[in-house]
C-alpha cells in the first residue's frame, strides 16, 4: 500500500468516501477558530499500550521467515511525547504502522486508552516521511480534508483550517497548491491536516527525514511549539540522536535481529526547548550514551 492509500485509509476509516468541492479555496476571515477542546473528539488523552507484540515477515520462494519484532512491550502515557531512536531494519516503522493499525500484530495487543486497535482511526493521525499531501486540494482544502469526511459543517472546517494554518505559521499559504511550497511547508500541512481531525495519538514516522539539515531544525521546533499547544500524545520515529534528545521526554532505544527494545531514557532537560539546549551537558552526556549503546549493537 502507498503512503497515499495510507492516509486515505487513515482519515477514512470512520467514514465513507465523498465527492472533494474544488470551491472552497477563499479564506473566510470571519469565521472564529476551533479551541483544541472543541477539535477534540473525546476528553481522554491518547495513552497507549503496547503489550507483547511480535511481527513476521515472509518472502521469497522459500518463504523465509524474517523476524522483524519480538516482545514488545511499551507504556506509553497521555500527551507524552516519546520518541523510538534505532538503525535501519529494528523494526520501529513496523512497530508504529501497528499503532496505526495499517500493520496486523502475529501476537499481542495495542491498545488506546484502553481500547484494542483493530485498524485504522480517528483517534490516530499519522505523519510520513514522504510528501503525502492531495497535490490536486490547496493547502487550506488538505487540512479540511478529514473533517469533511467526518461530517462537519462548512464554517466548522474552516474554523479548524484557520487554527492550524495559524499554529503551523501558514496562513499566507492557504490558497497554495502543495507543488508550491517548500518541504518544511510541506510537512507542515501535513502536521496540520493530521492534527485538523482531532486525534489523541499523533504517529510520526522520521517526518523530517528528506528534509536539509536547516529546515530540519526549524521543524523540530514546530513540532515542539504545536505540541505544546496540543498537548496530543506523540509517537516519534528516528534514527537521528540529537533529533530524539532534543524532542523527547522519553527514548526507547531499538535493536535488530530482531527487532526489540534495549533500553529506556528518561530526558531530563529543561521543558523548553531551544537551540542552546544542544549544548546542554545533559543533551551531550545523553547522546554519547546513546550512540554508545548503538553502536555496540550494531
Not at 507483547?52 to 519480538?70: H, I, M, N, P, Y
Request: aromatic share 6%; hydrophobic share 40%.
Amino acid at each position: 500500500m502507498s503512503e497515499t492509500a495510507e492516509v486515505l485509509a487513515v482519515e477514512e476509516a470512520e467514514t465513507s468516501a465523498q465527492d472533494e468541492a474544488s470551491a472552497e479555496n477563499t479564506a473566510d476571515a470571519s469565521v472564529p477558530e476551533a479551541s483544541s477542546a472543541e477539535n477534540t473528539a473525546n476528553e481522554t488523552l491518547g495513552a497507549i499500550a503496547i503489550r507483547g507484540v511480535g511481527k513476521s515477515f515472509r518472502s521469497g520462494k522459500k518463504k523465509a521467515e524474517f523476524r522483524a519484532l519480538d516482545g514488545i512491550d511499551l507504556e506509553i502515557g497521555a500527551n507524552e511525547f516519546v520518541t523510538i531512536l534505532g538503525p535501519s531494519g529494528c523494526g520501529k516503522s513496523t512497530l508504529l504502522r501497528i499503532v496505526a493499525g495499517l500493520e496486523e500484530a502475529d501476537e499481542g495487543e495495542v491498545a488506546v486508552d484502553g481500547d484494542e486497535v483493530v485498524g485504522p482511526g480517528a483517534d490516530r493521525g499519522m505523519v510520513f516521511q514522504g510528501y503525502t499531501l492531495f497535490p490536486w486540494l490547496t493547502v487550506r482544502q488538505n487540512i479540511e480534508y478529514g473533517p469533511k469526511l467526518n461530517g462537519a459543517s462548512i464554517l466548522g472546517r474552516r474554523a479548524i483550517s484557520n487554527r492550524y494554518l495559524r499554529i503551523t505559521r501558514l496562513e499566507a499559504f492557504a490558497n497554495h497548491y502543495p507543488k508550491q511550497l517548500s518541504g518544511g511547508m510541506k510537512q507542515r500541512v501535513a502536521i496540520a491536516r493530521a492534527l485538523a481531525n482531532g486525534p489523541k495519538v499523533l504517529l510520526m514516522d522520521e517526518p523530517f527525514g528528506a528534509l536539509d539539515a536547516q529546515t530540519k531544525l526549524e521543524m523540530q521546533e514546530t513540532l515542539l511549539d504545536v505540541w505544546e499547544k496540543e498537548k496530543t500524545t506523540v509517537l516519534f520515529i528516528t534514527h537521528d540522536i540529537d533529533e530524539a534528545i532534543f524532542l523527547s521526554q522519553r527514548i526507547v532505544v531499538m535493536g535488530a535481529g530482531p527487532g526489540r527494545i534495549l533500553r529506556e531514557f528518561p530526558v531530563t532537560l529543561p521543558a523548553e526547548r531551544t537551540a542552546e539546549v544542544r549544548e546542554h551537558p545533559e543533551f551531550l552526556k545523553l547522546r554519547r550514551e546513546l550512540a554508545g549503546l548503538l553502536k555496540h549493537k550494531e
